[in-house]
C-alpha cells in the first residue's frame, strides 16, 4: 500500500499569498497518477488536478499542480477567499487507492 | 451531467449490517468508463476508500475492510449498493458515492450521508 503523507498539516496565510502544499509518497507513484482534491467544511470533495499536474475542467489556473515519483506539490498562487479549506491528495497508481491525511489552509 | 445520491438509514446499531444506495442520474452507468465508488470521512478526519464496482460487476475492495464490504449493482435502476457487516462505532463516518474514472480519480461525488453506529 502507498501511503501518502501531506505537509504541513496547517497553513495560515493570507489572501493573495502563494500557498505550497507537499505531498510525499511511501514509494514511487507511477505514470505520476496522483490527484488532488479540496474540501470546505461541511461540503464534498472537489475534484482538482490529475496525472499530478492537468486541472480538471472548470478549475482556475491559480491552482497547479507539479512533481513525479515520491514528492508532489500542489500550488495555489494567490490565494482567494473561497480557497481556504481542506486539500487531499490521492493517489491511483496502485490499489489500494490511498488519499492523504490533508493539509487544512487557514486564513491568518 | 451525471449526478450521484446517496440514500440508506442514518443510524445502525453496533454488530449489524450498515447498507447504503448510491443511484446515478444523468447518464447511463453502463459505460466503458463508468466505475462506482464508495469513501468514508469519518468525522473530523480524512478520506478513506473503501471499494470500487464495474457495472459488469467486477469489485475492488480495500484489504483493510474487504471481509466485511459487499458491493452491487443494479444497471436497470441505476444504483450502486455498499454493504458493510458487523459495525463498530469506528465505522461513524460520512459515505460518499462518487464516480471511479477508469479505476483512477473520483471525478464526480455525491453529497455524503452522515451514517452513526449507536445503540
Known amino acids: 500500500e502507498i501511503v501518502l503523507t501531506q505537509s504541513p498539516g496547517t497553513l495560515s496565510l493570507s489572501p493573495g499569498e502563494r500557498a505550497t502544499l507537499s505531498c510525499r509518497a511511501s514509494q514511487s507513484v507511477s505514470s505520476n497518477y496522483l490527484a488532488w482534491y479540496q474540501q470546505k467544511p461541511g461540503q464534498t470533495p472537489r475534484f482538482l488536478i490529475y496525472?499530478?499536474?492537468s486541472r480538471a475542467t472548470g478549475i482556475p489556473d491559480r491552482f497547479s499542480g507539479s512533481g513525479s515519483g515520491t514528492d508532489f506539490t500542489l500550488t495555489i498562487s494567490r490565494l482567494e477567499p473561497e480557497d481556504f479549506a481542506v486539500y487531499y491528495c490521492?493517489?491511483?497508481?496502485?490499489?489500494?487507492?490511498?488519499f492523504g491525511q490533508g493539509t487544512k489552509v487557514e486564513i491568518k | 451531467q451525471l449526478q450521484l445520491q446517496e440514500s440508506g438509514p442514518r443510524l445502525v446499531k453496533p454488530s449489524e449490517t450498515l447498507s447504503l444506495t448510491c443511484t446515478v442520474a444523468?447518464?447511463?452507468?453502463?459505460?466503458?468508463?463508468?466505475?462506482g465508488g464508495w469513501i468514508r470521512q469519518p468525522p473530523g478526519k480524512g478520506l478513506e476508500w473503501i471499494g470500487s464496482?464495474?457495472?459488469?460487476?467486477?469489485?475492488y475492495y480495500n484489504p483493510s475492510l474487504k471481509s466485511r464490504v459487499t458491493m452491487s449493482v443494479d444497471t436497470s435502476k441505476s444504483q450502486f449498493s455498499l454493504k458493510l457487516r458487523s459495525v463498530t462505532a469506528a465505522d461513524t463516518a460520512v459515505y460518499y458515492c462518487?464516480?471511479?474514472?477508469?479505476?483512477?480519480?473520483?471525478?464526480?461525488w455525491g453529497r455524503g450521508t452522515l451514517v452513526t453506529v449507536s445503540s
Open positions: 464496482m464495474y457495472y459488469g460487476g467486477s469489485t
Open positions: 496525472g499530478a499536474s
Open positions: 490521492q493517489q491511483y497508481a496502485s490499489s489500494p487507492w490511498t
Open positions: 444523468g447518464g447511463a452507468i453502463s459505460s466503458s468508463s463508468y466505475y
Open positions: 462518487a464516480r471511479h474514472y477508469l479505476l483512477w480519480y473520483f471525478d464526480l
